[in-house]
């Protein structure tokens, strides 16, 4: 290849394994003596552990482990919010247990099919306690003795006079929302193989995580061991969402078994079951709006009451506030206000906790805010569309202050919109749903979405959550090995989205060589000095600036030498493809393979005062961070019979920045969309009123197939942010739009109110039926106004 | 610990897993699907191979690979050397073999007990050839067709007007000397590993080598692999001694088969026949000697012809020059000489190949020198001790050029000589000797050795051998871990020389932290960046300088931040144990890991202008070297009856510069006398006249045990070297002494010449019977004149 590979769709490195099945997921890794482990999870969301007999199992020559026998180990998430109640997750359940599928005990055998009868072999006997599913259920039994309410977290953002105006406003509109809880669920469960080597007291964990350097970190702080005595590896991982950027339990006492049978490699490879009833759930929400618009639909105010479902446990390390916190802190999404108080609050019930999941909060949050415009815009008598382009930040406002006091950089909102119009034919679909009104046939309606999303968080930027630590940098290491060839050593993880590629088509165009001369190393805590790890959608930004950075000093040192060796100023050269030439001289060149060998193998030739090696290591740190904007619109179909939601046209256009490798950022937005209209369709995680999980597998909990994902749409308003590669973020902004648009576009057709998500055939034919009803009352036009 | 460890004989990291049995050799790697190499080898020393059959092994299920299979790959070792001839080396032989005990085919099998028995298999029918064994046999026939007269190297070194000098010189003495062949023998033979990820390209090789970075990039080469993707790793290493230095035919071939077998590790780990048939040899010289001298004993004038037998190949890298150069460049040692002319040469002959072997050359080019000087002593009636005192450099002559042009910079001989005689109780020895004579008891005699020990070679001294790389350099990193302790990655390897605990004495003094707060990863190319290995007594010297400049680049960065945190100046901190201390108000502290804390987590407390992070890494090149001097002195018992020598006392004193670790510096010390006390008394390669090995095994070629080696008396003369730890390599010199030292006390003993090694049994007692011949002529006194 010739020129720079920066912006192109070049051969993702990482396909070359990962379609000829040679990928390394954790799950693969096999090793001599290697034990297996199975957990005894608890059948009850609440209750007191009466007690514990692992002695059936071991005289049957299992290895048990209880929390006891792991030494007492607590996962204790840390935040400096004032009203934070500080609660303890317990590696193995103690005394009581909080959600059903909770671990108890662990048991070590030569394989996972006999791990699982030695669990069976576990007597627990359970003394059960009233279990609270319902984070807005009142007066509910206390799950942790320090918050007797079960609020783990509660924070106030508060910005103007939100009664005043309120009070004086032409419209107010009260909602009450409820959004459904769902999961990551990706490809891959979580999993991890731990090997402590007594030697050395060194332990190594292999794990399908998220935030390889995060995981080193706390394990070692848990388990007493040196942070650099620990290894984190995450190799091929498939699929992540959040999900796997915790901490979880399981990970801790996989690593404290490790430690008690040193030399012993242990794996644990989650099964689904375990996966849905035990990885973090999100999304489980309710808002409480009042929202107060001018005549001409200029949103005036907005009050807002938010709780979040936390689940048993405080999530480590995120802490009970990740959800919240974002939901309070964006739910204005891309809209100018200047009134604005939302109490937030997370609320710990018995079911599994909840944490990180693409698009923390926010597509829920966005889903409250869209409805508030719709509906707002449906009693004033306006479009959806000209309600929104009425409120969002514009170009010309930038940099604009959200109420929470977060900086929006990007302000293409009006832009993503009209190109989303254009995508989906909106003229077009308005005229076929005006068509067939009155026919037989089945309604059609039209949802929209605008939205912000906070990605690359800089240190200024990321303290929101008030944790132990600031995720503001990442650091990369570019070495030029003494062949000229290029191994580049990153603090990003991947779990699919081609950091390999990405990380390499950076360092190929910063440094000047070819891409293929360019090899990445990821997800080894040994390999590369820091990274805080794949979350916020801040790896491109952050990662990928630190890539930057690095080559950039490493292509500098080249040019000193190369300037050397050829006598010239280094200003006169320039690098391309591994070639230094002197610019305006072309047949006066040098390879970067001499000037590689001269750095390591003839340092008798080394230019005076230039040291061996040829390597740099260099940090990047946006300090702000850099907001993408985006607008989805869709069209929908509603068979008033069955329920079920036909998807007819889908666009998105977001303003990702630049686009360093569009097949990448396409696919990254697809996949997004994809996973939030199962959110908005089908995903559903549902507890009894025991507490037990009746969506416990893959027949009753629904996700989408590509049978179920339209033909999407996707574009793009391409405007390089402020940060050296002009990127932003574009992992998490397809997530957001699915909820606000699908709800929209069936509200639309229908005619009514959408209250709770998801749009199951139950809940759309309940509204369908009550639409009915009300047609006898109150005709409403598609597109006009709801019901009340 | 408090203070610096530096200087202290604290507990080896090392020992930890050593001495309780988990050390981690290649021997000990258990990988999964992994398969056993044995090697056909050639049971002849020299033949055309007129057919090789792999049929039968084929047929009974076992992979066999020949040279054709694994692509012809030829190691072919190079030199800017105007005399030299360039051999190729096969990885497996092809059309000829050239010594008992080459390889041939390399057999693949589930355990190494079938790959032998798939190696009987193979059936090769062998053309012998007329062998040369003897490098000094004019007129063999031809090794390589290259070099018709087996000559692959010779150089003349010459200084001053020899001849005239020569000619007007009060006395000349001339000698033939022949030293013994030996070999390293470490108590690990070869072992290997390798595997390739066929995903990636990427191959790992485990292998017990002292020069895991050189190794990487001339397996990548020969391979034509990515540097980048070839990961050598060296474990525990039991022993290289020099053996280990060289990238063998056997490892290549290991690698090349990996790459056919991709999934697949293979597994070869050498035996002791093995090892003594194919492993390197060395020491096999002759050295023919006109040397002139003043009345008073001044040394005026040296012509030497040194030919070294370098076996079948010339050894890779390092080519046939490794033994001539390094004989023809110190063989005039510690003494001042202005006329000197030597001729040195390799000679190729049908016996396994030369290599690298602790001392390189100077064993055997110490003893030749110092049986000048005893020569020369006796004949001018002078003893051993003043004609040493009368010729060495001493500290007013430094920098000292040699007539080889490299430069002395130690000096401190004849202290080393004085302390030494001390030892041993010098004058009382005499006495003893004296009041012997004439009783039936058995002689004693008195041996000297004043040597001088090129280490620690950087850029500007390492130009001898002319290779294609000048080995002046290593890299280190050091990293100070968000929780403040630190872990250094550096380029050195270790083959039980305790490089672990040096390399973090020299960082925990130097960045100013506990000794236990450090770790060290070395011999894991993709963990270090650059480290040429373990060679030419180097590694403490430019490993260790490496070790101290990053952990001062480290300690800088720390400082800076604290001073930022503190609000002081940099200049008025100090850090000891980890706690970084204003000079003159001690209340005032931060610890090293909350700076750690703040350069990882809380880059929002970084004082402007700081990166985050805590890491450097900085090479260290000492542009020349620093000699090391020694001098050592025994006393032994001859039984004119057995020939059996009993060494009474032995002493070693030298300037090993600063001492890091006394103990270590006292061990290797130890270790390498005892190891050239073997060479002297015990070792030796014997090839019949067919070039069969008629020592293949421990049981014919007599290595010593602790039963054969005295107690030694060590002592130092510590000068600090003109580097920044004030250290002198210290690993070979103790090699360099017992020849000349035990060969001039037997000749002291008897009076008589000894001029050929080791000093067996029956060497000793028909010197011992020439000296009763003798003494019917002419009277000898021992300590007096020699019988000629």
Request: net charge negative.
């Amino acid at each position: 290849m010739n020129g720079s590979p920066l912006g192109t769709s070049v051969p993702r490195k990482e396909d070359r394994r990962l379609v000829t099945g040679r990928g390394r997921f954790v799950g693969d890794l096999q090793l001599p003596r290697m034990r297996h482990v199975a957990f005894v999870r608890s059948p009850v969301a609440h209750a007191r552990i009466v007690s514990l007999d692992a002695g059936p199992a071991r005289e049957a020559g299992y290895r048990v482990f209880t929390q006891a026998d792991l030494g007492g180990i607590v996962l204790r998430a840390q935040s400096a919010l004032p009203s934070y109640v500080e609660t303890g997750q317990p590696a193995l359940a103690e005394g009581k247990v909080r959600f059903a599928g909770e671990p108890v005990a662990a048991v070590v055998a030569a394989d996972r099919y006999r791990a699982e009868d030695g669990a069976e072999l576990v007597d627990v006997d359970y003394a059960t306690l009233p279990p609270v599913t319902v984070a807005w259920d009142a007066g509910a039994a206390a799950v942790h003795d320090e918050a007797p309410d079960n609020v783990l977290l509660e924070r106030t953002f508060d910005a103007g006079d939100v009664d005043g105006v309120l009070a004086g406003a032409h419209l107010t509109v009260e909602r009450e929302l409820v959004t459904n809880r769902h999961a990551g669920n990706p490809m891959e469960c979580r999993a991890g193989v731990a090997l402590f080597d007594p030697a050395d007291r060194r332990l190594t964990f292999w794990s399908g995580t998220q935030v390889p350097h995060l995981v080193r970190n706390m394990i070692a702080e848990l388990l007493g061991l040196s942070e650099g005595n620990v290894r984190v590896v995450a190799p091929d991982v498939g699929g992540g969402f959040g999900v796997k950027a915790v901490l979880y339990p399981e990970d801790v006492a996989l690593c404290a078994i490790a430690l008690q049978l040193p030399g012993t490699p242990v794996k644990w490879v989650e099964d689904r079951v375990e996966h849905l009833a035990a990885a973090t759930h999100a999304r489980d929400h309710r808002y409480l709006l009042t929202a107060g618009f001018a005549a001409d639909g200029t949103l005036l105010a907005l009050r807002a009451d938010v709780t979040c479902n936390v689940g048993a446990y405080s999530v480590y390390p995120w802490t009970a506030g990740i959800e919240p916190l974002m939901a309070g802190g964006l739910l204005t999404g891309p809209y100018k206000l200047e009134h604005y108080r939302a109490t937030v609050r997370g609320v710990a019930t018995n079911t599994a906790p909840s944490g990180p999941y693409r698009g923390v909060a926010r597509p829920a949050s966005v889903f409250a805010m869209e409805t508030l415009l719709d509906d707002a815009a449906a009693r004033l008598g306006m479009t959806g569309v000209d309600i929104r382009r009425r409120n969002v930040i514009r170009p010309e406002d930038i940099p604009y202050r959200m109420p929470s006091r977060l900086v929006d950089d990007s302000g293409h909102y009006d832009e993503c919109l009209t190109k989303a119009l254009d995508a989906v034919g909106y003229d077009e679909l308005r005229a076929e749903q005006q068509r067939r009104r009155g026919t037989g046939e089945s309604p059609i309606g039209i949802g929209f979405a605008c939205y912000n999303e906070l990605t690359g968080l800089g240190r200024a930027a990321s303290a929101g959550p008030r944790m132990p630590f600031r995720t503001g940098h990442d650091a990369c290491t570019v070495r030029v090995n003494p062949d000229g060839r290029v191994t580049v050593f990153s603090g990003v993880t991947s779990q699919g989205q081609g950091l390999e590629t990405t990380v390499a088509q950076i360092v190929a165009d910063a440094l000047g060589v070819r891409y293929d001369d360019v090899d990445v190393r990821i997800g080894d805590t040994d390999a590369s000095l820091w990274g805080f790890g794949a979350f916020s959608s801040r790896q491109a930004v952050i990662g990928g600036g630190a890539a930057h950075r690095s080559a950039l000093a490493a292509r500098s040192k080249v040019l000193r030498l190369a300037a050397g060796l050829l006598e010239v100023d280094p200003a006169d050269l320039q690098i391309e493809d591994g070639v230094v030439a002197v610019v305006g001289s072309p047949d006066t060149t040098i390879g970067l393979p001499e000037v590689a060998r001269v750095a390591y193998l003839e340092s008798n030739r080394l230019p005076d005062g230039i040291e061996p090696g040829l390597e740099a290591t260099e940090f990047y740190d946006p300090v702000r961070g850099a907001f993408a904007a985006g607008a989805q619109v869709a069209a929908v179909e509603v068979d008033r019979t069955t329920g079920a939601v036909r998807i007819l046209r889908y666009a998105c256009v977001e303003d990702a920045g630049r686009a360093m490798h569009p097949q990448i950022v396409d696919g990254q937005i697809a996949g997004s969309i994809a996973q939030g209209i199962g959110g908005a369709l089908y995903e559903h995680l549902v507890y009894d009123a025991d507490g037990n999980l009746s969506t416990g597998t893959l027949l009753d909990y629904l996700m989408p197939t590509s049978a179920e994902i339209p033909e999407l749409t996707i574009g793009h308003v391409a405007r390089p942010a402020a940060n050296p590669l002009g990127v932003r973020g574009v992992g998490e902004g397809g997530t957001l739009g699915p909820n606000a648009v699908l709800a929209g576009a069936v509200s639309d057709a229908l005619g009514v109110r959408i209250d709770e998500l998801p749009l199951s055939p139950s809940v759309v034919w309940t509204a369908a039926r009550r639409a009915a009803e009300d047609a006898g009352k109150t005709p409403v036009e598609p597109g006009g106004r709801h019901s009340d």
